[in-house]
């Protein structure tokens, strides 16, 4: 390791091979440059100059950063030396429901000024309903098995009745599909109503009677969104769509 006099320069080690080029080192190298800092750009060509320079500095992973001949570490140790946040993996947060929201309306208002010529109708409110039960569907059916254990923790008939989490994403998925279609409003209503009032109930005993600390299943079995007010909502939008459907003719397209 040369030493590095100028606290603006860095030197980074990186994993740069023929099948391999460490993502983390890109980013790193990204960072370091945002940052105003001229970067060093060292590749690790092979596994046998990667292993031998986890050897000599003692480290276990790579990419690794040195800026004024001191060692910093890897990609968020160096997030943390310039001041940056670093996600942690385990923490809750709601951006991954509220992500998915924000598109949905905005597919739900982009359809509806393709079809009615302008954003702001009654039917976007209904297709924003029908797209978010159908990505959150989606996002079930990833990982169903990880979903269905998840879901178990809280929801009042799977419980009793096991086979219900594995039923549940593909009855929110059709439902969904049903109502954007405006079709057999006799089965998506009914599917509707059953899986969001029990979801309702479920999450309402589990978090507001029990004040148990749970995740919610609600983006698929390894989210981190804490089971409460957005679990609660999605359940919520589901009534609301099978009750308006069932008193009203839904357009056809």
Known sequence: MTSIADPRQAVLYRMVMDQHV????LKAKDLLRREGYAVEDRWLRTRADTDAFK????????PQTFIGGERIGGY????????????DPKA??????AAL???????????????????FTPQAAAWFIGFSMTVLALLKLQNIEGFATMFLNYDLLA??????????????????VLMIAGVLTWLSVPIALVIGTVGAVSVVKAVY???????????????NVPLGFLSLTENLMMIAMAAWMGLSVHPTL
């Open 22 to 25: 460490c993502p983390y080192g």
């Open 55 to 62: 050897a000599k500095y003692g480290v276990k992973t790579t």
């Open 76 to 87: 968020d140790d160096l997030r943390r030396h310039l001041g940056k946040t670093v996600a």
């Open 92 to 97: 809750t947060t709601y951006r991954p429901v």
């Open 101 to 119: 929201f924000v598109i949905t309306a905005s597919m739900a208002l982009a359809v509806s000024h393709a079809v009615y010529a302008t954003p």
């Open 159 to 176: 419980k009793r009745w096991v086979p219900y989490s594995y039923v549940y994403p593909f009855a929110e998925g059709l439902a969904g």
């Open 209 to 223: 009677i029990d004040r148990r600390d749970l995740k919610c299943a609600c983006v698929g079995g390894s989210s």
